[in-house]
C-alpha cells in the first residue's frame, strides 16, 4: 500500500520559492485581521508526503465505511478496516513530488522485487500527482491499483448536491449519504473519454481482474473498490 499527499507549510520568507517569494511582495491585503475572499497569504511551500505499509486485504460493505441514511440501528456491528503493518512514513519539502514518489515506490520494491503482491496506491484525486504515480509504475512495470480517497470524493459530492439542494436543506446531507454509498457499492460511473487521460499501461482499473498471476496467498479476497478510507 502507497499514498502520497500533499501539505503546505509556512516558510520564512527566505525559504519561499521564487515565484511565491515574488507573489508575497506583491500582495497587498484587505484587511489586517484576516483574509478576504481569493487572497493568499504567500507564506507557504507544498510538501510532499509518502507512506508505504503492508496490509491484508478485508472485506467490508460500504455501510461499514459510512453510516446509511437515517444512520445506524445499532443491529449490525461495522466490520473493522485492515491495519496496517510495518508502515515507513516520510515526508519532504526540499524534494519534488517526483523524488518522493519515487523513493516510496523505490521502498514498496525493496518489499515486493517480484511484483506478485497487489500494489495498491491511494490518492486524492490531484491530477499531477496521478501522473507521477503511472509515469513511476510505467517505469518499475508494474501494475498499480489507484484508489482514490473517500474523503475526497464525498466532498464532491456536497459541492454537486449544491445543484439540487439549498445549502440549508437536510435533504442534502441524505443525497450525499446515498450516492457515496452507490459509489461503495462499486456504482461509480467511468470518466467521458474526452475529459480524462487515457490510463497507462501499468495502471489497472480497480474493476479489472487480478494483474499477473500471483500465489493464492498474496491474492485479495475481493476487488479492491474504488474508493475507501486512509488508514
Known amino acids: 500500500m502507497l499514498s502520497f499527499d500533499g501539505k503546505g507549510i509556512v516558510m520564512r520568507p527566505g525559504h519561499l520559492r521564487e515565484a511565491t517569494a515574488k507573489a508575497a511582495m506583491r500582495a497587498k491585503r484587505t484587511f489586517r485581521t484576516r483574509l478576504s ?15 508505504v505499509h503492508d496490509a491484508d486485504p478485508v472485506p467490508r460493505r460500504p455501510h461499514d465505511i459510512i453510516a446509511p441514511p437515517g444512520g445506524r440501528t445499532g443491529t449490525r456491528r461495522p466490520r473493522p478496516g485492515p491495519r496496517a503493518r510495518a508502515k515507513r512514513l516520510t515526508a519532504s519539502v526540499e524534494h519534488d513530488p517526483e523524488h518522493v514518489i519515487k523513493a ?16 495498491v496506491v491511494l490518492v486524492d484525486g490531484a491530477t499531477h500527482q496521478l501522473d507521477l504515480v503511472r509515469a513511476e509504475a510505467d ?39 446515498a450516492k457515496a454509498t452507490r459509489i461503495l457499492a462499486g456504482d461509480a460511473p467511468a470518466p467521458s473519454p474526452t475529459s480524462a487521460p ?8 480497480t474493476t479489472s481482474a487480478p494483474p499477473r498471476t500471483q500465489p493464492a496467498a498474496t491474492r485479495p479476497t475481493t476487488p479492491t473498490t474504488s474508493t475507501t478510507t486512509r488508514p
Open 198 to 205: 487515457k490510463p497507462s499501461a501499468a495502471v489497472s482499473p
Open 37 to 51: 475572499a481569493g487572497e493568499k497569504t504567500c507564506r507557504k511551500r507544498m510538501a510532499t508526503l509518502a507512506v
Open 104 to 119: 516510496a515506490f523505490d521502498q514498496a520494491e525493496a518489499r515486493d522485487p517480484q511484483h506478485r503482491r497487489h500494489w
Open 139 to 177: 517505469r518499475r512495470d508494474v501494475i498499480v491499483h489507484v484508489v482514490i480517497d473517500i474523503v475526497h470524493v464525498i466532498e464532491k459530492l456536497w459541492a454537486a448536491a449544491r445543484c439540487f439542494h439549498m445549502a440549508t436543506d437536510p435533504e442534502t446531507e441524505t443525497w450525499v449519504g
